[in-house]
């Protein structure tokens, strides 16, 4: 349902149970996003909100945004402001890199998590691979028109500590709402035993407490190692199942994270599926132009519900999307 924009009618619901629910969903997630609240709270199930929506990677393209935004009953691009009420969007991560509009990407960001929060709502953004690769100084993706996006110097800009990386450093690795769990590109049953500890190391080495050339484990692993905004099993190929071993992990790992499902990105897909039974949402759809510009979908969780929305205006079943056998089976 849309909402009047809370740039003309901020709703005064300040009195309400689901506006201080609401609040107290945004304050719990500031503390797990700083790694500032015990391990067994990090991990535990957040308020559910009435409704969440998940966008995927962005990649430096505003108008795949404001599309999926617009699409998902978000955002108004012709008054500039939140019209999602209560709800809570999650984005993905990999907002950085590839495109040119990184900057007015992240001030819109800036601006709807102030405005969705006066609305009862909130806005969370997730770290991907591309936020670490900038703040280690890594600029391989960067578009022409990016390398100044930011001032003369976007190594100093992204350094760990600075304002930008600091800023960063709120962008949790894991979230769980409701009883959905979130992370880039996926998760272990070790590293879901880890989530908190994940979560307050990226802080830490973002905010610069430690030395910035060296990050991290997780966010940077050795080769061999599985990382919750590198890895693939959830996610590859495209559209085809995960290997058995790797949902059977998924559900173990879910269990630890006290969720029913995973939304993950960070792997393009043709369109948003689910994979392992209903317990991995992969929403990467490489809607950026520089990605391929893919048809924008978004992912609504909503009274236990999973659908998926489209640029059509169709609410479409999740259960109809789900991902296709790896192995075709063998006829006799």
């Known amino acids: 349902m849309r909402v009047p924009c809370v740039c003309s009618q901020i709703q005064k619901t300040s009195d309400s149970k689901n506006a201080l629910d609401r609040r107290a969903l945004l304050h719990l997630l500031a503390l797990f996003c700083t790694g500032s609240v015990s391990s067994s709270l990090a991990i535990a ?6 409704r969440v929506v998940a966008v995927g990677d962005i990649h430096g393209d505003m108008q795949a945004l404001v ?40 001030d819109l960001f800036r601006k709807l998590k102030v405005q969705a929060a006066d609305a009862g709502g909130a806005v969370v953004t997730m770290l991907g691979n591309h936020e670490v690769l900038n703040a280690l100084g890594i600029m391989s993706f960067v578009s022409e028109a990016g390398q ?12 760990p500590g600075s304002p930008l990386a600091r800023e960063l450093s709120e962008w949790p690795v894991f979230a769980v709402i409701g009883d959905t769990a979130f992370c880039h590109a996926g998760v272990t049953l070790e590293l879901a035993k880890r ?55 998924l559900r173990a790992a879910l269990s630890v994270l006290g969720a029913s499902r995973l939304v ?17 949402f992969r929403i990467d759809l490489g809607m950026a132009k520089e990605m391929g510009g893919n048809v924008p979908e978004t992912l609504e969780i909503s009274d236990g519900q999973v659908n998926i929305l489209t640029q059509r205006g169709e609410r479409v079943p999740a259960a109809k999307r789900a991902a296709r056998p790896r192995y075709a089976s063998r006829s006799r």
């Open 148 to 159: 100044t996006a930011f001032g003369e110097d976007r190594v100093k800009a992204f350094w």
């Open 264 to 280: 993950v990105g960070h792997t393009p897909q043709q369109q948003i599926n689910s994979a392992c039974d209903g317990r991995v």
């Open 45 to 50: 199930r957040l308020p559910a909100p009435s």
């Open 67 to 106: 599309d999926c935004l617009e699409l998902s009953g978000l955002y108004s691009s012709s008054k500039s402001c939140w019209m999602g009420g209560d709800a809570v969007l999650v984005q993905l991560g990999d907002i950085l890199d590839r495109g040119d509009d990184e900057a007015s990407i992240l």
């Open 195 to 249: 989530a908190s500890e994940i979560n307050s190391q990226a802080a830490r080495w973002l905010r610069g407490e430690g030395t910035p050339s060296l990050p991290p484990v997780d966010l940077m692993p050795a080769p061999g190692k599985k990382s919750p905004i590198w890895m693939r099993e959830l996610s590859n190929a495209p559209g085809l199942e995960p290997e058995q071993v790797d949902c059977d992990e």
